[in-house]
């Protein structure tokens, strides 16, 4: 909530400028009813950090003669009825003032101007040194007070409702009674009933709303210092008492809505205002155009491992309900309910047979919006065959880094290695022993089918030999004619257009495959 200082006119436009506000007449003693030969001190107050030099004063009695003075200073005394205005530099002429100078014997005083929150302060005055024993004040034509003790009467925190015709009767004794002449006392109003503005009575749910609390005080009263609440629904405090008559609501909601009003009142608590209330509803944006997006992204998920199904929209504004979906199920998998536009489902250690298709709604009260299908495929983890297996699919350059520094280390050691290589078929006629450790009708399987293979990549394979040895060899180390070993073989990928993905996949440099072998026990 923004904190900002209420402000209130202190001058007024006039043709596109401002002119200073009105000064006011200050009276001492207080009352604008005196018996005659007394002297009244009007004070001329402008609204200057300084006291004027000069102050122009204007008089007009009440046999309608005019006189117009200037004097130095601010300060007039008056020993003659009449009304006077008063202004100084640059400043247009206060309202008037009417002293009345009484030959009677009982007069009732009364101060120049009373404001609502003031104490209306009432004298009942005779002349003469001879003093009453009792009064009684009339309001209205009813008794409103009667003592013996005090003679002045006082009406705390006055309201307009105490405006109306005072008079006061003075007892001397029984047989004694004195009336002052009645007198209309006017209770002004120190600032108008407060009005609550908005900048928008219908704002969409998660805009900002600024409130304001509007009132303007009277003009003798600009200094007076006030204070400012804001509420709703007559519960709801939104802002305690603070001299800001601003409020900034950030972020609204749907729930927000309702009747909000201000309140305004003085520092002493002596008048306290509210505003009408006035209705905000808070309007909400309905949910559109749902996405499911999955993590790992294109939904391939890998057996075992966690599934993240995330839900998210558009448009859409409030507190949302997700909710996640198998197609052709019934159940939902999952719900959310929270004020974002997105949400997350995790489906840990997924197995195959989860995989199909899914799908996800949102819904903020004006109904369910789904996203389209995303299917959902589960990759079996290929099973490890070996440690030199478990090096990874396709083999990377550090799997084959690996894989032949291996098989290095096995030839140079002589480690139960095969001492042979061949590279090309046997030759029959040069008496060459057909101990090919790259047999002719060897045929090589990838290990991974689900690769996309280019020229000039190394592929592993598994692949089953059949080592020929001669029937005495065989005998004396009492094994069979044919003995199975499990060998790992890799190949350089030749790409040729007219053989299947399996034949590019086995054939080597040359047209009869070149491999080299690794035989472990």
């Known amino acids: 909530?923004?904190?900002?200082?209420?402000?209130?006119?202190?001058?007024?436009?006039?043709?596109?400028?401002?002119?200073?506000?009105?000064?006011?007449?200050?009276?001492?003693?207080?009352?604008?009813?005196?018996?005659?030969?007394?002297?009244?001190n009007l004070t001329c107050k402008g609204f200057h950090s300084y006291k004027p030099e000069k102050t122009k004063w204007y008089h007009a009695n009440y046999r309608g003669e005019k006189e117009e003075r200037e004097i130095l200073g601010n300060t007039l005394k008056v020993h003659e009825p009449g009304k006077f205005r008063c202004q100084v530099r640059g400043s247009p002429p206060s309202d008037p003032v009417h002293l009345y100078f009484s030959t009677g014997l009982l007069i009732l005083q009364a101060p120049h101007s009373v404001f609502e929150g003031d104490t209306l302060f009432l004298r009942c005055q005779k002349q003469g040194k001879k003093k009453l024993s009792a009064v009684k004040y009339i309001w209205n034509g009813n008794t409103l007070y009667k003592s013996n003790k005090s003679l002045d009467l006082s009406i705390p925190?006055?309201?307009?409702?105490?405006?109306?015709?005072?008079?006061?009767?003075?007892?001397?004794?029984?047989?004694?009674?004195?009336?002052?002449?009645?007198?209309v006392i006017k209770i002004q109003e120190l600032f108008p009933r407060p009005k609550l503005n908005a900048t928008a009575f219908q704002p969409m749910e998660g805009s900002s709303v600024n409130l304001t609390c509007e009132t303007h005080l009277h003009p003798e009263r600009l200094d007076t210092p006030l204070h400012f609440t804001f509420f709703?629904?007559?519960?709801?405090?939104?802002s305690g008492w603070n001299n800001s008559s601003e409020l900034q609501i950030p972020i609204i909601w749907k729930e927000d809505s309702g009747l909000y009003g201000c309140g305004i009142e003085t520092m002493t608590h002596s008048v306290r205002k509210h505003s009408l209330l006035l209705e905000i509803s808070v309007q909400r944006i309905p949910v559109s155009q749902v996405s499911m997006e999955t993590q790992p992204p294109g939904g391939q998920a890998v057996e075992g491992e966690t599934l993240v199904l995330v839900c998210s929209m558009a448009e859409?504004?409030?507190y949302t309900t997700f909710s996640w979906h198998?197609?052709?199920?019934?159940?939902?998998?999952?719900?959310?309910?929270?004020?974002?536009?997105?949400?997350?489902?995790?489906?840990?250690?997924?197995?195959?047979?989860?995989?199909?298709?899914?799908?996800?709604?949102?819904?903020?009260?004006?109904?369910?919006?789904?996203s389209e299908v995303v299917?959902?495929?589960?990759?079996?983890?290929?099973?490890?065959?070996?440690?030199?297996?478990?090096?990874?699919?396709?083999?990377?350059?550090?799997?084959i880094l690996l894989l032949l520094f291996f098989c290095w280390s096995w030839r140079k050691s002589g480690n139960n290695f095969q001492e042979e290589e061949t590279r090309s078929p046997p030759n029959p006629a040069s008496g060459e022993s057909p101990r090919s450790i790259c047999p002719a009708q060897v045929q090589l399987q990838p290990l991974y089918v689900n690769v996309q293979y280019q020229e000039g990549d190394l592929v592993y394979s598994e692949i089953q030999t059949i080592w020929l040895r001669g029937e005495e060899e065989a005998r004396a180390s009492r094994t069979s004619l044919e003995q199975k070993r499990t060998s790992i073989v890799y190949s350089e990928v030749k790409i040729q257009p007219s053989t299947n993905p399996a034949e590019e996949v086995s054939r080597s440099k040359d047209e009869?495959?070149?491999?080299y072998t690794n035989v472990f026990s």
Not at 12 to 39: D, M, N, Y
Not at 338 to 360: K, N
Not at 512 to 515: L, Q, T
């Open 512 to 515: 009869d495959m070149e491999c």
């Open 316 to 318: 859409g504004t409030g």
């Open 1 to 40: 909530m923004s904190v900002l200082m209420p402000t209130f006119g202190l001058s007024v436009p006039v043709s596109g400028q401002f002119a200073l506000p009105k000064p006011v007449i200050s009276l001492h003693p207080p009352w604008t009813t005196v018996f005659f030969g007394e002297t009244v």
């Open 232 to 238: 709703r629904d007559k519960g709801v405090i939104l």
């Open 157 to 183: 925190r006055a309201s307009l409702n105490n405006s109306g015709h005072y008079q006061c009767i003075g007892f001397m004794d029984k047989n004694h009674v004195l009336e002052s002449n009645p007198k």
């Open 326 to 370: 198998r197609e052709n199920m019934k159940e939902s998998l999952g719900r959310k309910t929270e004020r974002s536009q997105r949400a997350e489902l995790e489906i840990p250690a997924i197995r195959e047979s989860q995989a199909g298709g899914y799908y996800c709604t949102a819904d903020n009260s004006y109904g369910p919006v789904h």
């Open 375 to 399: 299917t959902i495929t589960v990759r079996e983890i290929p099973s490890n065959r070996s440690n030199l297996m478990g090096l990874g699919a396709a083999g990377g350059l550090f799997s």
